[in-house]
């Protein structure tokens, strides 16, 4: 079945430092990906939609400028937290869209980021 | 009122229970559904979608009623490898297909 490799899996970082999370379909193009942010005993959040070559569309809360979407090309969408506080520690979590079926969502395995 | 909402549980049953559980959705113009489960800090997978004429797949039965905007999931002969979160899922309204998550059923299966 189609595969969504996100990495990294685990990042523990200073607090004001900036952090990357790529989400990468490897076998086939995505024109759109969701980005998820998942706190403890909590459902997965909507953070924002990425689409190739335009700008993201953010959630209602969720600071663009904060969360830095690049959607590149058919295959790879990044997230940067910038300035990482404490409270920015969670599970962030990408899924994919397939060209070819729309109605199919596919998850990368998440990203657990914890900020001292 | 959150979007789709469900028991937390946990649900605590022995191995070869039959446990069900209950979704309610706000919005009337959701167009899909679905069942996910999710194991510790992992991925959600899908289990299965839900339709209205109900469906049935192995152990697992889902159903909806639009009328009631109320989903539900049936486990029978529930084995140790069942124990996970269990999420109720629906689609926005629009074409992008952004999924809205309930925050989770735990389902504990004991030997």
């Known amino acids: 079945g189609a595969v969504v490799s996100q990495h990294p899996s685990r990042v523990i970082c200073k607090s004001g430092t900036s952090v990357k999370i790529e989400c990468r379909s490897l076998?086939?193009?995505?024109?759109?990906m969701f980005w998820y942010r998942q706190f403890p005993k909590q459902s997965l959040m909507l953070m924002a939609t990425s689409n190739e070559g335009s700008k993201a569309t953010y959630e209602q809360g969720v600071e663009k400028d904060k969360f830095l979407i690049n959607h590149a090309s058919l295959t790879l969408s990044t997230l940067t937290v910038t300035s990482a506080h404490p409270e920015d520690s969670s599970f962030y979590i990408c899924s994919a869209r397939p060209l070819a079926m729309v109605a199919k969502l596919f998850f990368g395995s998440g990203t657990q980021l914890s900020v001292l | 009122r959150k979007e789709v909402e469900q028991d937390p549980g946990p649900f605590n049953v022995p191995e070869g229970a039959t446990v069900a559980f209950n979704c309610t959705y706000s919005n009337s113009a959701s167009q899909s559904f679905f069942w996910y489960r999710q194991d510790c800090r992992k991925e959600p997978k899908l289990l299965m979608s839900?339709?209205?004429s109900g469906n049935e797949d192995g152990r697992f039965t889902a159903q909806l009623n639009r009328a009631s905007q109320y989903i539900s999931l049936l486990i029978r002969d529930s084995k140790l490898s069942d124990s996970a979160t269990y999420l109720c899922v629906v689609t926005g309204m629009d074409s992008s297909y952004k999924l809205i998550f309930g925050s989770g059923t735990r389902l504990l299966v004991r030997p």
């Open positions: 076998d086939f193009q995505a024109t759109t």
């Open positions: 839900v339709y209205s």
